[in-house]
């Protein structure tokens, strides 16, 4: 159980540096492309968050759950731990329209993961059980 804890932190980090470096080159193109702590602070948040979902992906491993009360319990904490980090650094404001961006943005990225999850493992399982026949 700790090596695979382990192992998802390392991925979320590694998805953490992805993300990273697609803000590091959007920030090339903008005008503040030598904002150096800019790009550190990104680089921690991205870091945060991925090693937060990589952790936040045991979730999914408690048998005694239904899949639902996993997906309800793993929003919840996730939208949670995100807005935390990006309140706590100050990248996102408290007024309420970025607040209500971010949480819109949050929910149809979320979604989209989610949708194309269960896609994908229906497809699994539909080829599964053609090659059962």
Not at 23 to 39: V, W
Not at 104 to 119: D, E, P, Q
């Amino acid at each position: 159980m700790g090596t695979k804890i382990l192992f998802r932190s390392m991925m979320g980090f590694a998805h953490g540096g992805i993300f990273t470096l697609i803000y590091m080159t959007i920030l090339n193109f903008s005008i503040d492309s030598d904002n150096l702590s800019r790009i550190w602070l990104a680089t921690v948040v991205f870091m945060l968050i991925g090693l937060y979902f990589g952790f936040a992906s045991s979730i999914y491993e408690n048998e005694n759950w239904s899949l639902l009360k996993k997906t309800i319990v793993h929003f919840s904490v996730s939208l949670v731990v995100f807005h935390i980090i990006m309140l706590g650094t100050g990248l996102q404001s408290l007024e309420v329209w970025p607040i209500l961006l971010n949480l819109t943005l949050f929910v149809l990225i979320y979604a989209g993961f989610w949708i194309g999850h269960v896609l994908y493992y229906k497809k699994m399982i539909k080829d599964m059980n053609n090659s059962i026949k």
